[in-house]
């Protein structure tokens, strides 16, 4: 069995942002025009008004503050509200594949790689632009990898079920360097127009790159001490939308086609879920939650990732622990962990313990305990 280390990671910002008080604007211009165009029933009481939404809302419910996206102009269009994509012909690179090949460059450079190095690509993200071919092998073509590459999907939790996909077959001796793209375009799955998780969601995509220790050059590594994944179902995280919707000639506009989600009950029962994940895996490598120097959290909730945090330690948790990337990125699906482990790692020192996890539909957690090399 061979040491494994992550010794690169990439990051993928889209070009637009979209404040808190831009969303609100033309959310409340959307809720206005339905409104009207349901004033008799509304009168009749045979139809409820659409509420409208508030900055002070949405910050109080997430922490977020912004978020990235792909698209804006559809996005700011009440009458759509969706990105306005254009769609690519079969000989060009698809979008998925372009923002990951994007992060995957940033992450070589960081690990000191080159794409011939690469002998594995998972792309790993909540949702995938089309069935097949898989992205990842559009992606390892892009890259001049070799090896073999899969697409997978855990929802939120897919980046960190593929780390430990890279890990075990760098650990076995299947792969030496393995790539894991995370290329999460959020928007497109997003209902924008429902109040209760109108927020929510951003577009990014992330890289990271899981290599063999004795192989490794990059003045950045961390040593992988163990990885645990762990799965129960639960409806309560849900999108419907599939390639039988057509055989089933249901409406591919539903609001189940779209992200959907009982907000409440998956913040009282992934809360304990996720911090005794940590903790026994921990616990299996003679570890505990007060010896980690750094948690890097699922990017959800700023009140789930507390929680879960004060659950473990016994104490109010602060930034430095358990840094918060939701401000500015939002919930970037399973991108938002190896966004906080990317922009904040650099002051850890030599020995520092560090757990990526991530969590949400299935319900799924994956974590990675880390030290620093």
């Known amino acids: ?10 990051l993928y910002q889209p070009p637009y942002t979209i404040s808190n008080a831009e969303l609100v ?16 029933e509304i009168a009749a009481g045979t139809r409820p008004a659409l509420p409208y939404s508030s900055v002070e809302f949405i910050e109080k419910a997430s922490g977020i503050q912004q978020r990235y996206v792909i698209e804006k102009s559809g996005l700011m269009d009440p009458a759509r509200m969706c990105p306005r ?13 372009e923002i990951g090949v994007d992060a995957a460059q940033k992450a070589l ?28 092998v559009e992606i390892q073509q892009a890259l001049g990898a070799g090896g073999y590459g899969f697409d997978m999907n855990v929802a939120c939790s897919s980046a960190t079920f593929a780390i430990e996909q890279a890990v075990n077959a760098v650990r ?25 998780c109108h927020f929510i969601f951003g577009d990014v995509c992330t890289a990271v790159i899981v ?31 599939g390639f039988l919707n057509r055989a089933e000639d249901s409406d591919p506009d539903a609001r189940d086609k779209t992200f959907r989600q009982e907000g409440r009950k998956v913040f009282k029962e992934v809360v304990p879920m996720a911090a005794a994940h940590i ?15 750094r948690f890097w959290l699922h990017q959800a909730n700023q009140s789930m990732n507390d929680l879960i945090v004060r659950k473990m330690l016994g104490t109010q948790p602060h930034g430095d622990v ?52």
């Open 1 to 10: 069995m061979h040491s494994v280390v992550i010794s690169g990671t990439g």
């Open 211 to 241: 290599e063999r220790a004795d192989d490794a050059t990059s003045p950045d590594q961390w040593e992988v001490l163990g990885t645990r994944l762990v799965t129960q179902f639960s409806n309560n995280i849900r999108n419907n939308f």
């Open 25 to 40: 604007d033309i959310f409340n211009r959307y809720v206005d025009e339905q409104n009207t165009l349901h004033a008799g």
């Open 172 to 196: 076995t001796g299947s792969a030496r360097c393995v790539l894991v793209v995370s290329p999460e375009i959020t928007s497109g799955h997003h209902a924008w127009r429902d109040r209760d």
């Open 85 to 97: 994509l254009t769609e690519r012909p079969d000989d060009q690179l698809s979008l998925m594949a």
């Open 322 to 373: 358990a840094p918060l990337i939701l401000d500015e990125f939002a919930n970037t699906a399973s991108a938002g962990s190896i966004i906080a482990f990317h922009r904040h790692r650099a002051d850890l020192a030599a020995g520092d313990l560090g757990v990526i996890c991530s969590f949400g539909a299935g319900y799924s957690v994956g974590s990675v305990v880390v030290r620093k090399r």
């Open 279 to 293: 903790e026994s895996h921990l616990a299996a490598l003679e570890q505990s939650p007060s010896a980690v120097r």
């Open 109 to 136: 450079a960081a690990a000191g790689r080159t794409g011939a190095q690469v002998d594995a690509v998972l792309c790993a993200a909540s949702n995938m632009q089309r069935a097949y071919p898989a992205m990842a």
